[in-house]
């Protein structure tokens, strides 16, 4: 057992400390034997602001807010006692471990969106991708190509998964269907990186909480305009994540190079 929680230290705080995790509020991100050892000791702390002290801690960069704990607000609607926002789970942890206390300014973020790749695709532009849809047009889809949606976190666009199981998660927006599942092979030539929020607007998401809140307040920008703003700069794709993994955006159809229908999971 002393193995398994050294990474925390094997100590409530620990657990606090590393994970960001808030006794009645948040398990922050630990993980399940972290949340499991947590809940067998009956622990009932909460950050201390004095860093992690397990074997592991979480090295991933914090310039896309800055390395702030007001950057972190800005840049993804963290609210302190209340939220994490869009924040990812090594930002929740580095959080925790500087003690922050702050709430979003209302100013932009003045971080920089990270230049992420799918995991095995690092220097190549074809990415295989996934995009859920329902069974009556995925054979459409795949006779005769992808149409855009009308309204997402970017607007309208034509939108695509990483991985399979992130489009159980991802595919219930007003456009979206679940029950056939394509895995296309995508050309994403120029990537243009966004905040988590895209296009959305970051003030209607803080005072409309919960999936619907959130939905209602989706971009609606026109797939036309967006795809002219994206091609104006010299871009291809848009790449984010809302905080529940990242997504990719096309604007023309052509991008895909193949695609099939595999098993939903």
């Not at 949340?35 to 310039?63: V, Y």
């Not at 794709?237 to 052509?254: A, Q, R, T, W």
């Amino acid at each position: 057992e002393t193995e398994t929680c050294s990474s925390w230290s094997c100590s409530c705080q620990g657990v606090s400390d590393c994970y960001g995790t808030y006794y009645g509020w948040t398990w922050g991100a630990a993980p399940p034997d972290a949340i499991g050892w947590w809940s067998q000791n009956g622990c009932t702390t909460h950050p201390s602001g004095s860093g992690c002290k397990g074997k592991t801690t979480q090295s991933q960069s914090c310039a896309s807010w800055e390395c702030t704990c007001q950057g972190m607000s800005d840049c993804f609607a963290t609210t302190y006692l209340q939220t994490f926002g869009a924040a990812p789970a090594h930002a929740q942890v580095w959080w925790s471990q500087h003690g922050c206390t702050t709430r979003p300014s209302g100013s932009e973020c003045k971080g920089k969106p990270d230049a992420w790749v799918p995991p095995g695709m690092e220097g190549k532009k074809i990415w295989t991708l996934y995009h859920a849809t329902s069974n009556e047009i995925g054979p459409k889809i795949l006779k005769e190509g992808f149409r855009p949606g009308h309204v997402g976190w970017c607007g309208g666009g034509i939108y695509f998964a990483a991985t399979k199981e992130a489009t159980s998660r991802k595919a219930i927006g007003v456009d979206s269907h679940q029950g056939f599942l394509i895995e296309a092979q995508v050309d994403v030539g120029n990537i243009e990186y966004e905040y988590w929020n895209c296009f959305t607007d970051k003030q209607c998401i803080a005072t409309h909480p919960g999936l619907q809140g959130h939905l209602s307040c989706m971009s609606k920008r026109t797939f036309d305009d967006v795809a002219a703003e994206v091609h104006g700069k010299g871009f291809n794709s848009i790449v984010y994540d809302p905080g529940d993994g990242y997504e990719v955006l096309i604007y023309n159809k052509s991008q895909v190079i193949s695609m099939r229908r595999v098993p939903m999971f």
